[in-house]
């Protein structure tokens, strides 16, 4: 899969700009930032010196805090850990995770091996009943994937999630998974067919066959407890405020340090942030917490919109959200030699919170927040996306309209994509699908439609499960959204 993702990207220095969903900002083509920095300036170097810092620690710290922030969605609807989050029916915009998928029932198991290994159960795979996913520590760098395209290869399994540094044997009948942090999740995803009520009730049903419980009890194991999410408000967007700060205080006193963040030790110390001791910022300095948040928050969103120089159809705007030397560390565990991409590493742990163990085995992501002219979609207008007849994959394809801002689902809307799963929607005398976004469904069009808020911006997420031949050779290729005028 590697030889899949470009090697090649030219990245342009951007620095501290702000955000770019707004209305007429400049294009990604241009090579002029006039954009411009918060307000802070420092009395003396020891504030410069932690204004930078805090920018680092951001730009370092994305995917952490973007972990803790599921913990503390969870542990706000009353769920803990070694427990399972799930979605009794499809999500709704309650679910404000970052880039979530609305045509699958999740089942998100979360462990905390503090008091030993804990024990996954995954089904196998039974008639068109199977899972999609990854075991991703607290750090979302992927353990493995699971399911038919994961090490189980659909026959299920006893994955044994160990804790950091473990050392006494493994017992037999076990898939060790080691961990680098002491908590995480599986983002895993039961899959649908015809998107029916009989077909939903099916997936959630097969999904409920995971369990999860502590090795020491695996002898008599205890019934796992199922949290249902469905009309409750869950989200990891994430607060580009000083609780940015206390959440990743929150992971600094719990998970261990890892050997190549060692560095950050300091850097974290002098904005307040210490294994050991409690987090405090006085009102000067949360003014200027504030002011790092901002700028980078400005960068990252900036940086974001460079992933789409690398082009997965030429001539397109559609990419994979992930920069090359990103997805080639995140499979590696970050073990290649002279390469760790935390800048990159922050861009997409902005905007997704999962992350797959071989990319393209069981899915592929295709984004774009662009239409054909290289203009930001915007949600008072109304685009076409053609997709041409026999999409190459085994499962599924879907197309997901998300806020530009936020990167979550839209708010209020009644749907929010579009899929080969979609019951009625319709196809083209040649097998082609037509899906219309806008906010007002074109006449006799509506089962192709998808809503937008005609005040916002929005971007497009394409996932083909199940990915064949034809999808990564572009014997297929899908083209740019255009507006219809």
Same mark, same amino acid.
């Given at each position: 899969?590697?030889?899949?993702?470009?090697?090649?990207?030219?990245?342009?220095?951007?620095?501290?700009?702000?955000?770019?969903?707004?209305?007429?900002?400049?294009?990604?083509?241009?090579?002029?930032?006039?954009?411009?920095?918060?307000?802070?300036?420092?009395?003396?170097?020891?504030?410069?010196?932690?204004?930078?810092?805090?920018?680092?620690?951001?730009?370092?710290?994305?995917?952490?805090?973007?972990?803790?922030?599921?913990?503390?969605?969870?542990?706000?609807?009353?769920?803990?850990?070694?427990?399972?989050? *799930?979605?009794?029916?499809? %999500?709704?915009?309650? /679910?404000? &995770?970052?880039?979530?998928?609305? #045509? $699958?029932?999740?089942?998100?198991?979360?462990?905390?091996?503090?008091?030993?290994?804990?024990?996954?159960?995954?089904?196998?795979?039974?008639?068109?009943?199977?899972?999609?996913?990854?075991?991703?520590?607290?750090?979302?760098?992927?353990?493995?994937?699971?399911?038919?395209?994961?090490?189980?290869?659909?026959?299920?399994?006893?994955?044994?999630?160990?804790?950091?540094?473990?050392?006494?044997?493994?017992?037999?009948?076990?898939?060790?998974?080691?961990?680098?942090? *002491?908590?995480?999740?599986? %983002?895993?995803?039961? /899959?649908? &067919?015809?998107?029916?009520?009989? #077909? $939903?009730?099916?997936?959630?049903?097969?999904?409920?066959?995971?369990?999860?419980?502590?090795?020491?009890?695996?002898?008599?194991?205890?019934?796992?407890?199922?949290?249902?999410?469905?009309?409750?408000?869950?989200?990891?967007?994430?607060?580009?405020?000083?609780?940015?700060?206390?959440?990743?205080?929150?992971?600094?006193?719990?998970?261990?340090?890892?050997?190549?963040?060692?560095?950050?030790?300091?850097?974290?110390?002098?904005?307040?942030?210490?294994?050991?001791?409690?987090?405090?910022?006085?009102?000067?300095?949360?003014?200027?917490?504030?002011?790092?948040?901002? #700028?980078?928050?400005?960068?990252?969103?900036?940086?974001?919109?460079?992933?789409?120089?690398?082009?997965?159809?030429?001539?397109?705007?559609?990419?994979?959200?992930?920069?090359?030397?990103?997805?080639?560390?995140?499979?590696?565990?970050?073990?290649?030699?002279?390469?760790?991409?935390?800048?990159?590493?922050?861009?997409?742990?902005?905007?997704?919170?999962?992350?797959?163990?071989?990319?393209?085995?069981?899915?592929?992501?295709?984004?774009?927040?662009?239409?054909?002219?290289?203009?930001?979609?915007?949600?008072?207008?109304?685009?076409?996306?053609?997709?041409?007849?026999?999409?190459?994959?085994?499962?599924?394809?879907?197309?997901?309209?998300?806020?530009?801002?936020?990167?979550?689902?839209?708010?209020?809307?009644?749907?929010?994509?579009?899929?080969?799963?979609?019951?009625?929607?319709?196809?083209?005398?040649?097998?082609?699908?037509?899906?219309?976004?806008?906010?007002?469904?074109?006449?006799?069009?509506?089962?192709?439609?998808?809503?937008?808020?005609?005040?916002?911006?929005?971007?497009?997420?394409?996932?083909?499960?199940?990915?064949?031949?034809?999808?990564?050779?572009?014997?297929?290729?899908?083209?740019?959204?255009?507006?219809?005028?």
């Amino acid at each position: 899969m590697k030889s899949k993702v470009a090697l090649i990207i030219i990245i342009c220095l951007l620095v501290s700009c702000t955000n770019s969903t707004k209305k007429n900002e400049t294009t990604v083509s241009d090579s002029k930032d006039t954009t411009q920095l918060a307000a802070f300036k420092p009395v003396d170097f020891e504030e410069q010196l932690i204004y930078n810092r805090a920018v680092e620690a951001v730009i370092w710290g994305m995917p952490a805090v973007n972990s803790e922030l599921m913990h503390e969605s969870l542990i706000k609807a009353r769920g803990d850990y070694n427990q399972v989050v *799930y979605w009794s029916g499809l %999500i709704s915009s309650k /679910n404000q &995770t970052l880039t979530p998928n609305p #045509d $699958v029932i999740y089942i998100n198991p979360f462990f905390d091996t503090r008091q030993g290994p804990v024990v996954l159960e995954i089904p196998a795979v039974e008639g068109v009943s199977s899972l999609t996913g990854s075991l991703d520590d607290a750090w979302q760098t992927a353990i493995e994937d699971i399911g038919p395209a994961g090490i189980d290869k659909g026959k299920g399994g006893r994955y044994l999630i160990l804790p950091p540094n473990y050392k006494e044997a493994i017992p037999l009948g076990y898939i060790p998974m080691p961990s680098a942090t *002491y908590t995480g999740y599986a %983002i895993l995803r039961s /899959n649908l &067919t015809d998107g029916s009520p009989n #077909d $939903v009730k099916r997936a959630v049903e097969y999904g409920k066959k995971v369990k999860i419980y502590p090795l020491s009890e695996a002898d008599n194991p205890p019934a796992t407890t199922f949290v249902d999410l469905i009309n409750v408000d869950f989200s990891n967007t994430i607060p580009y405020n000083t609780h940015f700060f206390e959440i990743l205080n929150q992971f600094v006193q719990r998970e261990p340090w890892l050997k190549r963040d060692l560095v950050m030790i300091d850097q974290l110390k002098s904005i307040g942030i210490e294994k050991g001791k409690a987090f405090h910022a006085d009102a000067r300095r949360q003014e200027i917490l504030n002011a790092a948040i901002k #700028d980078a928050h400005g960068w990252i969103d900036k940086k974001y919109e460079t992933i789409f120089r690398q082009s997965f159809y030429e001539g397109t705007h559609w990419s994979l959200p992930a920069f090359p030397d990103f997805a080639k560390s995140i499979m590696a565990n970050y073990e290649i030699a002279n390469m760790y991409p935390v800048d990159e590493r922050a861009v997409s742990y902005s905007i997704a919170y999962f992350s797959a163990k071989h990319i393209g085995a069981g899915q592929y992501y295709l984004m774009s927040p662009r239409d054909k002219d290289n203009q930001p979609l915007d949600g008072s207008k109304l685009y076409k996306l053609h997709l041409p007849a026999k999409v190459p994959v085994r499962l599924y394809w879907s197309v997901t309209a998300y806020d530009r801002e936020t990167h979550a689902l839209i708010l209020g809307m009644k749907y929010f994509s579009r899929a080969s799963t979609t019951p009625g929607l319709k196809k083209n005398a040649d097998g082609s699908v037509d899906i219309y976004f806008g906010a007002k469904a074109p006449e006799g069009k509506e089962s192709n439609w998808v809503p937008t808020d005609p005040k916002r911006d929005f971007e497009l997420l394409a996932r083909f499960y199940g990915p064949e031949k034809g999808f990564f050779d572009k014997t297929w290729k899908m083209d740019d959204a255009e507006e219809v005028k």
